[in-house]
């Protein structure tokens, strides 16, 4: 199995930042990409930012110029760099891997969440 341990949310004023981490850890052969979804209530989880293992990254357009997406591969950790924060990035914000087994097949992996609020 594969654990995903999220850290980083909060409470910050708008045009504030904050920065997220999700640590995988278990049975991984290799992590192929490494994102960052959000949720927030009475919506749809979306797609943040998202990494490959060799660093091609995808944004959201409602976060480029203000969300950084990287990653550390030898420790197995995304990191989302939040900036110029606005209360309409308010959600709760999930890590997700697609992780390489050991027997060479594709699994996906959520991370538990973790609440970002902006105030006005």
């Known amino acids: 199995q594969v654990q995903l341990v999220e850290s980083g949310g909060g409470l910050v004023q708008a045009g504030g930042s904050l920065r997220l981490s999700c640590a995988a850890s278990?049975?991984?052969?290799?992590?192929?990409?490494m994102g960052w979804y959000c949720q927030a209530p009475g919506k749809q989880r979306e797609l943040v930012a998202d990494?490959?293992?060799?660093?091609?990254?995808n944004y959201a357009d409602s976060v480029k110029g203000r969300f950084t997406i990287s990653r550390d591969n030898a420790n197995n950790t995304v990191y989302l760099q939040m900036n110029s924060l606005k209360p309409e990035d308010t959600a709760v914000y999930y890590c997700?891997?697609?992780?390489?087994?050991?027997?060479?097949?594709?699994?996906?992996?959520w991370g538990q969440g973790t609440q970002v609020t902006v105030s006005s």
């Open positions: 997700y891997t697609r992780v390489v087994g050991y027997d060479f097949l594709n699994y996906g992996y």
């Open positions: 278990g049975r991984i052969f290799s992590i192929n990409v």
């Open positions: 990494i490959s293992r060799v660093g091609s990254t």
